[in-house]
Each structure stands twice: as structure tokens, then as C-alpha cells.
């Protein structure tokens, strides 16, 4: 029989009991200390009949943050709070990976400890203004990381990664994608390196493979998984070769047998205009099992499951506004229309409150 969203699959050793996954999405509704509250375990919980949900896009340390009321991964307090919420998705069969996150560039020094300069590959400032407490705000220039502090944001990644599995995660997920700190060393327009994290594409790759093994030692490749989004332009973000780049980095990701494999297939967060790219030919590069992400409905998802493009896929905006997105595929019902006001922070309105079919 022919595969489709609500077959199972494993995707490395995590079940998953049909392949629509709920796609990392930033909420900003993590409480005091980045700690994960009651109701972002209600909301989580409520969407546990995903195949898999990836949490929003959750900072390594202080320095990885930027924006308001993101949850972090690092404290005690974290662990405890996510705790909670991967319970509640586990008491409704669910399973549930962190995204793993450092910002780079796309921060403020008033989101950051001592306000700090924020931390990139090179001190390039990004074009835009960043999201603070006091507002949107230019963006800085950030201070261009040397190569011997690069071993100490690989063991934050190695202390987040203990932090999940002691917080119950069933796996993490590395966020390279969107402009943010790996995306930052691997694409040319934010990384004018010399030295052996720039110039040639192994180089640019190579803090995104040393943190994608030093994570894999802690966890297990099968439990990792890792985003991508060659052709994103959001944050600022280009390269000049992004199809040479992207499929060195999914040849180069075989080597570690991980769980999965995760793409944003353009451009998201009204970033401009992708660059041409070939996610066909991308995708053929890697061996395992292939997330694909953007813009998919239900229609797309199928054929893409069907054809072999996609082992699963990733659905963000329609998960904000339908809880039960599986039950709503299952039934060819109506979906309900997010309501982008209340995307980014707030309390329950347009995050607890989007209603299931039955109650
Ligand atoms: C939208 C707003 C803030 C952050 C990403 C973590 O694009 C994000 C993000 C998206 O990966």
C-alpha cells in the first residue's frame, strides 16, 4: 500500500504514529527565567496528536537569546518547567523533540547578559531591527567570535543537550536555518572568515558538524535531527553558491546517521525573494529520513510522502490555529485561520484558545 500522512514511520528510533509533525514556532510566551509555564504545556498537549512536535526554537544559554519571553534550555528551572510540558504530551501519546537554538546577530545588548554585544561569525551588522522590551530596535553590529570561543558554544549545546533528555525530550533538534548562528557560519553573506570557519564551504560547515557530533555524543544520532533553510533571505541572510553549500552539508550529515534531516523548501517570514534552488536534488544527498517544510496542506503533504520527497512533513502556521490538525486531515474538515496579532506573545488568546472539532 501506498504511504501517506497517516502512516507511521520512525525517524531514527522515535515512533512517530502517523508523519505530520508540528513545525518549530516561535510564541514568546515563556515565563520569567525563560522557564515554560502551565499554559505552554496546555498548548503543546493540545497538539500532541502530531506524528511529532518540534517545540519553538529554544536558547543554549543567555548569549543565544533574542527576543522577549523566549523559553531557554539551560537553568534548572527550564528543565523542570519543560518537564512538565513533555509529561503532558507524553500523557496524550505524544512525542515531542527541542529545538535548539543560538541567535548569533539577531539579538540586542538589551536582551543579553551585561548587555553584550551580540556574537556572530563576522561583524556584520544584519539589516532590520531586532525585537527588545522597549520595541523594535536597530540592529547592532555584533562582535565577530574568535576561533577559541567556538569550543565553549559547542559545550553549550553539549549542557542544553543533557538538559533535554533530563527534561524528558525523545530528541533534539539543531536549528541551522533562518539566520541564526549556524545559518550565520554557513552562508557567505554573514560569514567573511579567513580563518578555518570561513572561505571554502568546509569550512563554513564546520561549527555546524562539530556541534552536530558533540550533540550525537551526548544523545544518540538516532534522537537528532538537524534544520536547514538554504534560500531563506530572512534575517538578512544570502549566499552565493546555496545549492554547492547545502548539498555538502546533507552529504557531509550522512556521516552521523541522524534521525532526520529538516528543510524550509523558500523563504519564510516575509524575508524576499528565495534564490533559485533544487530541493529534489538537495534532498537526494541524504540518506535518512527527510523533513520537509513550507506552505504544505494536505494535498502536497500526501504527494510528498507518496512520491519518496518528504518521509514527513512539517506543518507551522496551520498547527497555531488547529490543535487537532491530524483530526482535521483525517476528516477533510475546515480548517480554523491563525490570527497573526497574537502570533508573538500574549497569554491564551490566539494560543490556548484555537478550538478542536470535539471539544
Ligand atoms: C519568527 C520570529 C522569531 C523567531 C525562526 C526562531 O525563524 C525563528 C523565529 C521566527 O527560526
Known sequence: MSKDLFSPVVLGSISLKNRIVMAP???NRAGEGGVPQAINATYYAQRASAGLIVTEATPISAMGHGYPALPGIYTDAQVAGWKKVTDAVHAKGGKIVIQ?????RISHPSLLPNQALPVAPSAIKPAGQAFTYQGLVDYVEPRALDASELPAIVQDYVHATK?????????????AANGYLLDQFLRDGANHRTDQYGGSIENRARLLLEVTQAVVNVIGADKVGVRVSPVNPFNDMSDSNPQAVFNYVA??????????LHAVEGGIHGGGKADPFDFSVFRKQF???????????????????????????????????????????QQDAPLNEADSNTFYGGAEQGYTDYPALHG
Open 25 to 27: 514556532l516561535t510564541r
Open 100 to 104: 535548539l537554538w543560538h541567535v548569533g
Open 163 to 175: 538538559s533535554a533528555i533530563a527534561a524528558g525530550f525523545d530528541g533534539v533538534e539543531i536549528h
Open 251 to 260: 552529504n557531509a550529515l550522512n556521516q552521523f546517521n541522524l534521525a532526520y
Open 287 to 329: 540518506k535518512g529520513a527527510y523533513m520537509a517544510n513550507l506552505s504544505y496542506d494536505k494535498k502536497r503533504g500526501n504527494q510528498a510522502v507518496a512520491s519518496g520527497h518528504a518521509d514527513v512533513v512539517a506543518y507551522g502556521v496551520p498547527y497555531i490555529a488547529n490543535p487537532d490538525l491530524v483530526e482535521r486531515f
